[in-house]
């Protein structure tokens, strides 16, 4: 890692500019010796009966993130709540769909699971890919943190590149601020991108078929993505990497923070992409 470091600023900044944008907080946070890349990895297959807020920007993120986790949640009886951010309009394959259709299509398929499992859930009516960390959404974010007092945050990873995912994480960092926040651990869990250094491993092994069960409301992004065999292949990859490689078995990956932490490396991140360029839309960068 020290070659890393010892590069010239040019050769530094070209490496910087074009990777997957992981590489540069990655890189800030070792320098730093952020908490959470620290090797130690806290692996459990039991979880505490908490108040959970799980936040989705995208109705079937939960599912694909953490569906086993979630499951484990509802068997020792966690009180349960699903943000959905935004309204899922813009799914890949509409089938014929008009917009409003899309809307209420995307909505119900998350509506089943909360009726089947007695889940709360709050939909917020936000246009898929606008999701924004205006002063609005940021007052909205700190109701819920009021009135739900969870003890522990989901969201996908700030390593996540997708736009609402990380605007999800600008809109959490914000309201956090000004809540008093101190006593809860936020987690990052995979969708899209992996996290580089994750530090929290839960053993689904005997919640895979209650994941498989969770995602399969999603029928409409199942259409296009088989998510189902994403995460059979991820969740096996990691029970074998952090568990045990001798036997089948599945887990789930994450990154947990306590709030203070989750904000300060939140921060780095956000320092390190505007310094080298990132191609993040500018209202989230200012």
Sequence with gaps: MSRIFSLGSRVKKRILRYPPPEIIPLIKLLRSRGKCLKRNISVVSTLPAESILIIAPHPDDEAIGMGGTLGMHLDVQSQVTVLYMTDGRYEISKNG????DMINVRRKEAESIGEKYHINQLF??????CLANDDDTISEMIKVLKDIRPKIIYLPSFFDYHYDHFTANRILAEALKKTSSSLINIIGYEVRDNIPYPNY?????????????????????????????????????????????????????FCCLDSETYQNVYNDYLYALREFGSNLPLHIMV
Excluded at 97 to 100: A, C, D, M, P, V
Excluded at 225 to 252: H, P, Q, S, T, V
């Design 97 to 100: 769909l008009s917009t409003i």
């Design 124 to 129: 917020w009516k936000v246009e898929d890919t």
């Design 201 to 253: 491993v839960v053993d689904i092994s005997t919640h895979f078929e209650r994941k498989k069960e969770i995602l399969s409301h999603y029928a409409t992004p199942l259409k296009v993505r088989d998510y189902i065999k994403l995460c059979k292949y991820r969740n096996m990859l990691y029970y074998a990497l952090y568990i045990n490689r001798e036997i089948e078995g599945y887990a789930e990956a």
